[in-house]
């Protein structure tokens, strides 16, 4: 069994993708907080239409229907409506990793399978998306460094996972687990791109086959685990 709730499966470790300091204080009518959002939405489309660096403020507004007055009432840039798109869509990117396990009865194999399996589904739909990130991060060393971060946060919850299944005697203990961790979740991450943001003809259910039984090769983790 795992644990599904926030602070148990580790998302209070993940530092956030948008810097929000700088966001204005959020709309006080329900009509301002669907302009806000309907920018917002707008925003994610032309940035991964156009590309952030090709995307104007005036195709935004024209996409969301609105006015270049109403863009400047919740944003002052690009820039600030980016981290307002990455914030709108971080929760959807929280992909669980591998997220702590259970009780001793619990399967890890399992655990792996369901967890490779949602973070293909949560790259498949922010596909676009996260080539807008690498498009930023080209560009952009504050923000590559925030990735950076983040990508590491995710590697050392992945890490716990494993030296958790090298203490109960099912995963080799030989392995660095952080090592481990980055080198495993790196192969999956670039499966995804692969797949998803490339576009090569793989299944997803292929995906979390291959990727599963490569985690469980890897560590050469107990079949009696299953």
């Known amino acids: 069994m795992v644990t599904t709730a926030r602070e148990e499966s580790g998302e209070e470790d993940i530092p956030s993708l948008a810097n929000t300091s700088a966001f204005r204080d959020p709309p006080t009518t329900a009509r301002g907080a669907r302009t806000r959002a309907a920018l917002v939405a707008a925003a994610r489309t032309v940035f991964e239409r156009d590309g952030y660096r090709d995307s104007r403020l005036t195709d935004i507004t024209a996409e969301a229907k609105c006015s270049a007055g109403s863009f400047?009432?919740?944003f002052s840039s690009k820039e600030e409506i980016l981290q307002a798109v990455l914030e709108a869509a971080q929760d959807d990117m929280m992909h669980p990793g591998v997220p702590r396990l259970g009780p001793?009865?619990?399967?890890?194999?399992?655990v792996i399978e369901a967890s490779n399996r949602a973070y293909f589904e949560a790259y498949r739909r922010n596909a676009k998306l996260m080539l807008l990130l690498d498009e930023v991060s080209a560009s952009d060393p504050q923000f590559r460094l925030v990735r950076q971060r983040r990508a590491r946060a995710f590697v050392e919850r992945n890490a716990?996972?494993?030296?958790?299944?090298?203490?109960r005697g099912l995963a080799d203990r030989d392995l660095d687990p952080f090592m481990a961790a980055l080198g495993l979740s790196g192969m999956v991450g670039r499966m995804a791109h692969f797949a998803f943001a490339i576009g090569e003809d793989c299944s997803l259910d292929d995906l979390v086959e291959t990727s599963t039984r490569l985690w469980v090769n890897a560590l050469n983790l107990d079949r009696h685990a299953t």
């Open 160 to 167: 716990r996972a494993i030296r958790a299944l090298q203490e």
């Open 72 to 74: 400047y009432t919740y």
């Open 104 to 110: 001793e009865d619990s399967s890890p194999v399992a």
